[in-house]
């Protein structure tokens, strides 16, 4: 009995105007249109009391692309999705596959990536996972994130970082941030460390800076800061 109330009210309401008319999305830059009117399982027609608001919220909130959304009806016959995107932060390598993954290692997608490749990479089996910490002290640190071509994981224990000029530069597995606050300090402006000809810094072993020249400009095979 119940049931069929709740049908005969939604035919009530379908029969005197009460459609959807308008599906509103808001937010949307990134995820698929197609797969957003998918998801929520609604149509232009469809009685607008008759759909399933939570359901077709949490179908779309599946999308990887989406970190919040909501659904709602607006009178006379308007549907409105708003949704609040994942942001790209990187791509993640691994065994030869490239993802995109936002600043907390949440896969976005692995396909059509043509467009994201001036985002760093990061490469290694739980890279994703550690790179959100990589990624927030970077952020921290906008001298070095500019530079920043690639993040290697090291045994699951530290990173490599390649920097758009060459350089390598091996962080240490602890005390990360002031490891990268000394390089961003000494390296930053034309006569930084960064503008020179280095060809790596080891940053490994604490309160010391280890720089190894390029072999045709180094007088000496390496030397300490």
């Known amino acids: 009995a119940g049931s069929f109330a709740v049908q005969k009210s939604v035919d009530i309401t379908a029969s005197a105007?009460?459609?959807?008319?308008?599906i509103l999305v808001v937010g949307r830059r990134h995820t698929a249109p197609e797969e957003l009117l998918s998801r929520l399982g609604m149509q232009a027609g469809d009685p607008l009391f008759g759909v399933s608001i939570a359901?077709?919220?949490?179908?779309?909130?599946?999308?990887?692309w989406i970190r919040n959304v909501t659904v709602a009806r607006r009178l006379p016959g308007t549907i409105v999705v708003t949704i609040e995107e994942r942001q790209p932060a990187?791509?993640?390598?691994?065994?030869?596959?490239?993802?995109?993954i936002d600043a907390s290692g949440h896969v976005l997608s692995e396909s059509n990536l043509d467009g994201w490749r001036h985002l760093p990479l990061v490469v290694g089996e739980h890279a994703p996972?550690?790179?959100?910490?990589l990624l927030g002290l970077l952020h921290a640190e906008p001298v070095i994130a500019e530079k920043l071509a690639a993040a290697v994981r090291i045994g699951n224990r530290r990173w490599d970082?390649?920097?758009?000029?060459?350089?390598l530069v091996k962080l240490p597995e602890k005390d990360v941030e002031l490891a990268l606050r000394r390089l961003a300090t000494l390296g930053d402006g034309e006569n930084g460390l960064l503008a020179r000809d280095v060809r790596h810094i080891d940053l490994r072993i604490a309160g010391k800076l280890v720089v190894e020249p390029v072999p045709d400009t180094a007088a000496k095979d390496n030397k300490q800061i």
């Open 17 to 22: 105007g009460f459609k959807i008319n308008d």
């Open 55 to 64: 359901g077709g919220q949490n179908a779309i909130a599946q999308i990887p």
């Open 129 to 133: 996972q550690d790179a959100a910490a």
């Open 161 to 167: 970082l390649r920097l758009k000029n060459g350089v």
């Open 90 to 100: 990187a791509l993640w390598q691994y065994q030869k596959k490239l993802s995109l």
